[in-house]
């Protein structure tokens, strides 16, 4: 399985990303995927999850109305479109698969935001 993101980068505060994440070696439609971020010195967090069967989205309370995770499963490919960024928001962003009790991780890809 592997799990490749990609669209990090720097970005002024208020500006936008948009991060991918292309999936293969798993049933990509079958995962649920989700994207978390860790900054240095903090534990890695949530920042959202689509659902496998539904396309539901759930988001932390930290991103929600900023963040939108969306999907394509005929490109086995998960989106985070991150908007209004905040310095806050400066963290490695990893791309994660879940189904029952497997969970797959990629690499992370450095998002920037400068004040």
């Known amino acids: 399985v592997q799990l490749v993101e990609s669209g990090g980068g720097l970005v002024q505060a208020g500006g936008s990303l948009r991060l991918s994440c292309a999936a293969s070696g798993l049933t990509f439609s079958a995962y649920d995927m989700g994207w978390s971020r860790q900054s240095p010195g903090k534990e890695r967090e949530s920042v959202g999850i689509?659902?496998?069967?539904?396309?539901?989205?759930a988001y932390a309370e930290t991103v929600k109305g900023r963040f939108t995770i969306s999907r394509d499963n005929a490109k086995s490919t998960v989106y985070l479109q991150m908007d209004n960024l905040k310095s806050d928001d400066t963290a490695v962003y990893y791309c994660?698969?879940?189904?029952?009790?497997?969970?797959?991780w990629g690499q992370g890809t450095q998002v920037t935001v400068s004040s």
């Open positions: 994660r698969a879940v189904r029952r009790s497997l969970t797959y």
């Open positions: 689509v659902d496998a069967s539904s396309g539901r989205t």
